[in-house]
């Protein structure tokens, strides 16, 4: 069965500072893979999403990026945190390709705080 | 372009009552539509989905969902809601031949005892 790993869990983070969000599937391969953001418990923004290794769709213009170095691992990064980057942020997979109208699978979320 | 809309910021039942959490979208071809529950600091889970086909479709937990095009939406149902039933809930859609997703803004589900 596939499973979808995030760490950390919880990151408390001084403005300025780098960051690194690390996300991996395990059970399939060259799955769709996606970043959200979601601000104050409600709706999801979506950042980044990969099609394949090396292949990354940015979204949101922000000081957020992402890499897709292996086939399972998905990473977020940012060089310099701000405020407005606090939030809980979602990684996702979904099975290869756009036929079947296939479902994310969600993985545990990483709540950010900048302070 | 696709676009989802939740109407109601929360929807409150007593527990033993039918629930049902409102969804309509739009989109300019044919829509994949999606019902995911978010309990508190978790990730979202799936519930079930709108392919093709049959109108109602059925999923987890008991929940279940109508498809109706002409009204263009998706609502959300369960015959007799729990307690544990309470969570965010979220409509999605992705215009077929489209890589993204769209999630509405979430529905929070209260049911009272």
């Known amino acids: 069965s596939q499973t979808i790993h995030q760490w950390p869990a919880t990151l408390v983070q001084p403005v300025g500072s780098p960051l690194s969000l690390e996300c991996t599937v395990e059970?399939?391969?060259?799955?769709?893979l996606y970043w959200y953001r979601q601000a104050a418990g409600r709706g999801l923004q979506l950042l980044f999403y990969?099609?394949?290794?090396?292949?990354i769709s940015s979204e949101v213009p922000q000081n957020l990026s992402a890499s897709r170095p292996q086939d399972r691992q998905f990473i977020l990064s940012s060089k310099k945190l701000l405020l407005s980057d606090s939030g809980f942020y979602l990684c996702a997979w979904s099975p290869p390709g756009l036929a079947g109208g296939n479902e994310q699978f969600f993985g545990p979320g990483t709540r950010l705080t900048v302070l | 372009a696709q676009s989802v809309a939740q109407p109601e910021d929360q929807v409150n039942v007593a527990e033993g009552n039918p629930l049902t959490v409102k969804c309509t979208y739009s989109?300019?071809?044919?829509?994949?539509l999606f019902w995911y529950v978010q309990y508190p600091n978790r990730g979202l889970q799936f519930l079930l989905k709108y392919i093709t086909g049959d109108n109602l479709v059925k999923g987890s937990y008991g929940f279940e969902a109508e498809f109706n095009k002409s009204q263009t939406s998706f609502h959300l149902k369960k015959p007799s809601a729990l307690v544990s039933d309470s969570a965010l809930y979220f409509c999605?859609?992705?215009?077929?031949?489209?890589?993204?997703?769209?999630f509405g803004i979430g529905t929070k589900l209260q049911v009272i005892p």
């Open positions: 059970g399939t391969s060259n799955p769709n």
């Open positions: 990969s099609v394949g290794i090396g292949q």
């Open positions: 989109v300019s071809g044919n829509p994949y």
């Open positions: 999605a859609v992705r215009d077929k031949g489209y890589q993204k997703v769209t």
